[in-house]
């Protein structure tokens, strides 16, 4: 999510963090949060990547991958002061819904998506396969 959270929350990684791609917009998550207001559930997904995430969350070395991947992340961020962040103090600057995290880029955008679409389509297989097998 887009949200301001990524820079006026703390932290103490030693290196700028933001959210991982593709970053949506919060209103997103806004709407849904009122419709799970109007039209209780258990719980609700905002965008593809949420729902295979918690999809891969149960396969064999989804934990490895997550950290690994979290690493290299962090070792590619610039780096920054660790902080308290809003933790003790009101956020400084501007107050906005939006982060300011988001790509305008469309083609990365639609490469983003043929990509989740691929890992989709293969982990459908993949279960199909498993099925058929037992």
Same mark, same amino acid.
């Given at each position: 999510?887009?949200?301001?959270?990524?820079?006026?929350?703390?932290?103490?990684?030693?290196?700028?963090?933001?959210?991982?791609?593709?970053?949506?917009?919060?209103?997103?998550?806004?709407?849904?949060?009122?419709?799970?207001?109007?039209?209780?559930?258990?719980?609700?997904? *905002?965008? !593809?990547?949420?729902?295979? +995430? %918690?999809?891969?969350?149960?396969?064999? $070395?989804?934990?490895?991958?997550? /950290? @690994?991947? *979290?690493? !290299?992340?962090?070792?590619? +961020? %610039?780096?920054?002061?660790?902080?308290? $962040?809003?933790?003790?103090?009101? /956020? @400084?600057?501007?107050?906005?819904?939006?982060?300011?995290? %988001?790509?305008?880029?469309?083609?990365?955008?639609?490469?983003?998506?043929?990509?989740?679409?691929?890992?989709?389509?293969?982990?459908?297989?993949?279960?199909?396969?498993?099925?058929?097998?037992?």
């Amino acid at each position: 999510m887009d949200t301001p959270g990524f820079r006026d929350g703390s932290n103490y990684t030693g290196r700028a963090v933001k959210p991982v791609p593709p970053v949506y917009n919060p209103r997103r998550a806004a709407r849904t949060i009122v419709n799970l207001a109007r039209y209780p559930q258990p719980s609700a997904y *905002v965008g !593809l990547p949420a729902v295979l +995430a %918690r999809l891969a969350y149960g396969m064999p $070395g989804y934990k490895w991958l997550n /950290a @690994s991947l *979290v690493n !290299l992340a962090l070792k590619r +961020a %610039r780096p920054m002061a660790n902080s308290s $962040g809003n933790l003790y103090a009101p /956020a @400084s600057g501007e107050r906005r819904i939006d982060g300011g995290f %988001r790509s305008t880029d469309k083609r990365r955008k639609a490469v983003m998506a043929a990509t989740l679409g691929g890992a989709l389509i293969g982990f459908c297989l993949s279960r199909r396969r498993r099925q058929r097998q037992d």
